[in-house]
């Protein structure tokens, strides 16, 4: 069992920068899929990015060049680095985890494949 904490969501004006991290209740991710999820009002969750146990990070193409997964050299603590917010990445942000097994493609799974799922940390931008 894996426990996922998200923190450090706050309200920030349009083209800031904010950080939100994701601490897990112990040393997963080399052994786990990660990615960041969102959810805005009215909307579907979507896939942010992930990063697979290697490291390498894929995103969806509204963020890329903006937002960066990254983790801690405690390897329980997952980063996403936000700049240029715009007023449309308003939303809940989560954290997943999906235990790798051989051969499993991280930016392939989809919502239903992550088994842990942190609480959320709201993500507000402002024009």
């Known amino acids: 069992q894996v426990q996922l904490v998200e923190s450090g969501g706050s309200s920030v004006q349009a083209g800031g920068s904010l950080r939100v991290s994701c601490e897990a209740s112990r040393f997963i991710y080399n052994l786990h899929c990660m990615a960041w999820f969102r959810q805005a009002p009215g909307k579907e969750r979507e896939v942010v990015g992930t990063?697979?146990?290697?490291?390498?990070?894929t995103y969806v193409d509204s963020v890329k060049g903006r937002f960066t997964i990254s983790q801690d050299n405690d390897k329980i603590t997952l980063n996403l680095q936000m700049n240029s917010l715009k007023p449309e990445d308003t939303a809940m942000y989560y954290c997943?985890?999906?235990?790798?097994?051989?051969?499993?493609?991280?930016?392939?799974?989809?919502?239903?494949?992550?088994?842990?799922w942190g609480q959320g940390t709201q993500v507000t931008v402002t024009s």
């Open positions: 990063i697979d146990p290697a490291g390498k990070t």
């Open positions: 997943a985890a999906e235990p790798h097994r051989k051969g499993m493609y991280c930016p392939a799974l989809r919502q239903r494949d992550f088994r842990y």
